[in-house]
């Protein structure tokens, strides 16, 4: 896919999707792994699994591998979250997390609609619990995403400078 793969994390809510649909709008490859690389599945083994739930989202790790391993693009992105990051990080040039403040993550859950992750009470008090331990996210350069969606991909660029 591209000469430098960048890996886009963080937690629900943080702004992955809304970053993979703006670099997509200015022309780069970006990957939504949410809905591109993501199964149910066990974190360590890869099996697929029946139960769908956040432990067990996870992303194909020879497709993510086949994917970067292709060098037809300069730059591309794999946007979004998988309980098994660590089989496949050392595919990245660079891990970006996306994260943001309680307040305004709250705020973002609260505006969901009730079949989106998160639209919920149980599933919004799930997640500001991983927020608040920073559980499931990879070590990487933070971004802070509470701030207009241009500046929040124009700092990931800063950062891959």
């Not at 709250?106 to 331990?133: K, M, P, V």
């Amino acid at each position: 896919m591209a000469k430098r793969n960048y890996l886009v994390e963080g937690g629900s809510g943080t702004g992955k999707s809304s970053v993979c649909r703006e670099l997509r709008r200015r022309g780069y490859r970006a990957v939504d792994g949410d809905n591109e690389l993501a199964y149910p599945g066990d974190p360590e083994t890869g099996e697929r699994d029946e139960v769908h739930g956040y432990h067990n989202h996870i992303w194909d790790v020879a497709k993510v591998r086949e994917i970067a391993a292709s060098t037809t693009e300069e730059i591309a992105f794999f946007c979004g979250g998988s309980r098994n990051f660590s089989k496949f990080l050392d595919v990245f040039d660079k891990v970006i997390v996306l994260d943001v403040d309680t307040e305004t993550l709250e705020r973002r859950l609260r505006n969901r609609e009730a079949d989106d992750w998160g639209g919920n009470d149980e599933q919004r008090a799930f997640i500001l619990r991983l927020h608040a331990t920073q559980e499931y996210v990879p070590e990487g350069t933070v971004i802070d995403t509470a701030r207009p969606l241009d500046e929040v991909v124009d700092a990931i660029f800063d950062a891959i400078r």
